[in-house]
């Protein structure tokens, strides 16, 4: 059971926008920032978003995320194949005082 | 550019103590400015925090492992390892060490991770 609630699924065409959602509490999401994780298929984890809505160097603009409240959500605008992965939301909870992570959102590209 | 690899005994009995080594390159386990960890994630399943510690001297362990769990920080090989004691099945699951900032969910390097297996 993980401290944020990601669907477990989400799918998409090529070329379609999809969300997936965040949801935790005031002692999450609700205080602190969140972080998106793209994890292809064998490798690590990669940061995708940092501090709520903003992307690395190298993250294509097709990949944005916003946060309000207690919820956080991830865009992926013009869907491509290689977006094919699970993606996780984390965020510093004051009461664990330490990261927590969502459950992870499996994105099939159709 | 900052590289980080786990290394250690991809099997382990039941009961015995798990121990990684997460070696680092181009960049220093000494820095100040930075924290560095763990976070495992069992087949198939999410991502776990395990601990975090800075240089600097602040160690954070999750409460559910805190019992178990102890990272240690070798500045002369620019290393740090993980003990985790007493292991079941439950604690098999690929590991990995990353390099994260104070009280942040915010990890930007990551090791490619390895597979430890609880079996007797």
């Known amino acids: 059971q993980s401290v944020l609630t990601q669907p477990s699924s989400a799918s998409g065409t090529p070329g379609q926008r999809v969300t997936i959602s965040c949801s935790g509490s005031?002692?999450?999401?609700?205080?602190?920032?969140v972080n998106w994780y793209q994890q292809l298929p064998g490798t690590a984890p990669k940061l995708l978003i940092y501090t709520n809505d903003q992307r690395p160097s190298g993250v294509p603009d097709r990949f944005s995320a916003s946060k309000s409240g207690t919820s956080a959500s991830l865009a992926i605008s013009g869907l491509q194949s290689e977006d094919e992965a699970d993606y996780y939301c984390a965020a510093w909870d004051d009461s664990l005082n330490g990261p927590v992570f969502g459950g992870g959102t499996k994105l099939t590209v159709l | 550019q900052l590289q980080l690899q786990e290394s250690g005994p991809g099997l382990v009995k039941p009961s015995e103590t798990l121990s990684l080594t997460c070696s680092v390159s181009?960049?220093?386990?000494?820095?100040?400015?930075?924290?560095w960890g763990w976070i495992r994630q069992p087949p198939g399943k999410g991502l776990e925090w395990i601990g975090t510690f800075s240089y600097a001297g602040s160690t954070y362990y999750n409460p559910s492992l805190k019992s178990r769990v102890t990272i240690s920080v070798d500045t002369s090989k620019n290393q740090f390892s993980l003990k985790l004691s007493s292991v079941t099945a439950a604690d098999t699951a690929v590991y990995y060490c990353?390099?994260?900032?104070?009280?942040?969910?915010?990890?930007?390097?990551w090791g490619q991770g390895t597979l430890v297996t609880v079996s007797s």
């Open positions: 005031s002692s999450n999401i609700g205080s602190n920032a």
């Open positions: 181009g960049g220093s386990v000494s820095s100040r400015s930075y924290y």
């Open positions: 990353g390099r994260t900032a104070y009280r942040s969910s915010l990890w930007d390097y």
